[in-house]
């Protein structure tokens, strides 16, 4: 709990204008939540936030990496992150999150403590499919060929002839009780 501590911020003392915060946050940092989503990393959070009387906003820019463990080859590989979060606060007479970035606090809340923002943020950026770098390059150079995607289809388009034959040839093949059905339209 000691190291949650770091990422509290105390706006009760703060005057209206922009403040600047810079956290790192590594291995300890996730452990703090105990997942196994992220196996930890090496990232910087920039915090910018603009006190006014009635709101906080809070502009997060966080570059770096995090280690994650590729879904085919269970390989640790290191994924970049850069991330652009804005996180508004305003003051009301009860606490309650009334967006997913629009919170409202008592006027007379004394600090914000952010790391499970910058947690979540970290989170969400990661992609849902985690693939070793190298399994990427070798899908994009799967996808630049296309000559080797087939086609399978229970029409055969290249019949030529009459829209009208074609229908007639269709009904012919047609179990007579789906005739029925047709009318229906």
């Known amino acids: 709990m000691k190291k949650e501590k770091e990422f509290e911020i105390g706006i009760a003392k703060l005057s209206n204008k922009i403040h600047y915060y810079e956290f790192e946050l590594d291995d300890t940092f996730f452990e703090l939540f105990g997942t196994e989503i992220i ?23 966080i570059k770096g990496h995090v280690r994650l463990i590729c879904d085919r080859s269970l390989e640790e590989f290191d994924y970049p992150l850069d991330i652009q979060q804005v996180f508004r606060i305003r003051y009301g007479e009860e606490d309650a999150e009334l967006d ?17 923002h910058l947690y979540d943020y970290i989170g ?8 070793h770098p190298r399994f990427v390059e070798e899908m994009e150079n799967d996808e630049d060929n296309d000559e080797d995607i087939l086609i399978y289809s229970s029409r055969d ?4 002839g009459d829209d009208e034959n074609d229908e007639d040839d269709e009904d012919d093949d047609i179990d007579p009780r789906w005739n029925a059905l047709r009318n229906l339209n």
């Not at 196996?39 to 820019?61: I, P, R, S, Y």
């Open 39 to 61: 196996q930890g990393g090496k990232l910087l959070a920039k915090v910018e936030l603009d006190k006014t009387e009635t709101l906080l906003t809070f502009h997060f820019d």
């Open 157 to 160: 388009h290249d019949k030529e």
């Open 124 to 131: 969400l950026s990661l992609p849902m499919k985690k693939l």
């Open 100 to 116: 997913d970035d629009l919170w409202q606090i008592k006027s007379n809340t004394q600090s914000i403590n952010i790391a499970q």
